[in-house]
Antibody
Framework: EVQLVESGGGLVKPGGSLRLSCAASGFTFSIYSMNWVRQAPGKGLEWVSSISSRSNYIYYADSVKGRFTISRDDAKNSLYLQMNSLRAEDTAVYYC???????????WGQGTLVTVSS | DIVMTQTPLSLSVTPGQPASISCKSSQSLLHSDGKTYLYWYLQKPGQSPQLLIYEVSSRFSGVPDRFSGSGSGTDFTLKISRVEAEDVGVYYCMQGIQLKWTFGQGTKVEIK
């Protein structure tokens, strides 16, 4: 069974940093691209960042470019999101998600809440 | 980036009546592998999004058959044949053909 478990969320002051982790199991993590998606309170779903297998391709939403860094450790079956210079508008539930491939829909974790507030 | 446009943004439905949501993409979602990477999610109040439909028309495991998806290329539709009270929430379409996923704005469905 595919499982994605996020951790690392919490309360942080504006300008602070936080590192989210996503532990993957139940599939061959190294061959899949991975994503971070977030949802601010009362808002829609927003794609944040993607990283391809072997980390060849990395993309960021304009809203986080230069502040967030996505990475992966295939030996640990883990995905990360380093978030720096956090702003109030970064407050959201952050979801880790596996890419969709033919016949296999995307898989999402349950999310971890990040709150940026003084 | 691919823009996903959903209509309507809200829907009030009498139980037992049908409902339909449209989703249009700014580019074709048909991949060279022959699959179309269009998904439908339902986010019930206080819950994480749950997958309803993948690759336009395939129902995910456990999804009732009153939900169906159709469409091709850039135009897609989610239909609920007979809305039930448990179907309330926000419905999102999502494209997965690009690594940079994009979502529709969401359609809020409520029961009359």
């Amino acid at each position: 069974e595919v499982q994605l478990v996020e951790s690392g969320g919490g309360l942080v002051k504006p300008g602070g940093s936080l590192r989210l982790s996503c532990a993957a199991s139940g599939f061959t993590f190294s061959i899949y691209s991975m994503n971070w998606v977030r949802q601010a309170p009362g808002k829609g779903l927003e794609w944040v960042s993607s990283i391809s297998s072997r980390s060849n391709y990395i993309y960021y939403a304009d809203s986080v470019k230069g502040r967030f860094t996505i990475s992966r450790d295939d030996a640990k079956n883990s995905l990360y999101l380093q978030m720096n210079s956090l702003r109030a508008e970064d407050t959201a539930v952050y979801y880790c998600a596996r890419e969709a491939i033919s016949g296999q829909p995307p898989q999402w974790g349950q999310g971890t809440l990040v709150t940026v507030s003084s | 980036d691919i823009v996903m446009t959903q209509t309507p943004l809200s829907l009030s439905v009498t139980p037992g009546q049908p409902a339909s949501i449209s989703c249009k993409s700014s580019q074709s979602l048909l991949h060279s592998d022959g699959k179309t990477y269009l998904y439908w999610y339902l986010q019930k109040p206080g819950q994480s999004p749950q997958l309803l439909i993948y690759e336009v028309s395939s129902r995910f495991s456990g999804v009732p058959d009153r939900f169906s998806g159709s469409g091709s290329g850039t135009d897609f539709t989610l239909k609920i044949s007979r809305v039930e009270a448990e179907d309330v929430g926000v419905y999102y379409c999502m494209q997965g053909i690009q690594l940079k996923w994009t979502f529709g704005q969401g359609t809020k469905v409520e029961i009359k």
